[in-house]
């Protein structure tokens, strides 16, 4: 079976700080995804990359950035942490192509900025 | 840009009866996939079914089907014979296949779908 792990199942941070949230997958998946889930909202795209060094902005990208050194590593980075920021953080990963590959998540990580 | 709306943010069914989610989408492709999540409490995404838009027949998976109505730009999904460990919130979600959309999913707001005894 396909495996995403996220590194944290829980974090809680102080405004500011800068956060790095880490993502691992085993399964030699080109595409790499963050999602942010808040209640009422659903899933949103924050950064997604379809090959190593290589990322494309999603839908919310704002006050994040991501780094793809790996093809198994996926990180998402607050440079500086705010409270509006508290969230589920979801990574998800598939093959590339433009088939029906479907994604495959992580457990994701419950962030709170305090 | 594609949009996905569920209108129903919570469901309820007894067991073994049956209950549909809503779905409806908004894109300008014609070529796409539809799917619809799975998250139970312990917040593992897990793929329920999923539809390729160019073939008519409407896709099933054991006691999950989907109704799939392209030019209503809809797609409801169908839990037959409702077991407990059904709940949990239900995503739908979009995946284009032109560059820009091929590769991200699009989801829906969620519906909380809780199976009473």
């Known amino acids: 079976d396909v495996k995403v792990t996220q590194s944290s199942r829980y974090l809680v941070k102080r405004t500011g700080e800068k956060v790095f949230l880490e993502c691992v997958q085993d399964?030699?998946?080109?595409?790499m995804f963050w999602y942010r889930q808040d209640p009422g909202l659903g899933l949103r795209l924050i950064y997604f990359s379809y090959d190593v060094k290589m990322k494309e902005k999603g839908d919310i990208p704002e006050g994040y950035s991501v780094s793809r050194e790996k093809k198994e590593r996926f990180s998402l980075i607050l440079e500086s942490a705010s409270t509006n920021q508290t969230s589920m953080y979801l990574c998800a990963s598939s093959r590339g192509g433009t088939t029906n590959e479907k994604l495959f998540f992580g457990s994701g990580t419950q962030l709170s900025v305090l | 840009a594609q949009t996905v709306t569920q209108s129903q943010p919570e469901m309820s069914v007894q067991e073994a009866e049956t209950v549909t989610l809503s779905c409806t989408y908004d894109?300008?492709?014609?070529?796409?996939?539809l799917f619809w999540y799975k998250q139970p409490p312990s917040r593992q995404m897990i793929l329920v079914i999923r539809q390729e838009a160019y073939k008519q027949q409407n896709a099933t998976e054991n006691r999950f089907s989907v109704n799939f109505q392209k030019a209503a730009k809809s797609f409801s999904l169908k839990i037959s014979d409702s077991q407990l460990g059904d709940a949990a919130m239900y995503f739908c979600?979009?995946?284009?296949?032109?560059?820009?959309?091929?590769?991200?999913?699009?989801f829906g707001t969620g519906t909380r779908l809780q199976v009473t005894l």
């Open positions: 399964m030699d998946h080109e595409n």
């Open positions: 894109t300008s492709e014609s070529d796409y996939y």
């Open positions: 979600a979009y995946r284009g296949t032109f560059y820009g959309t091929a590769s991200k999913l699009t």
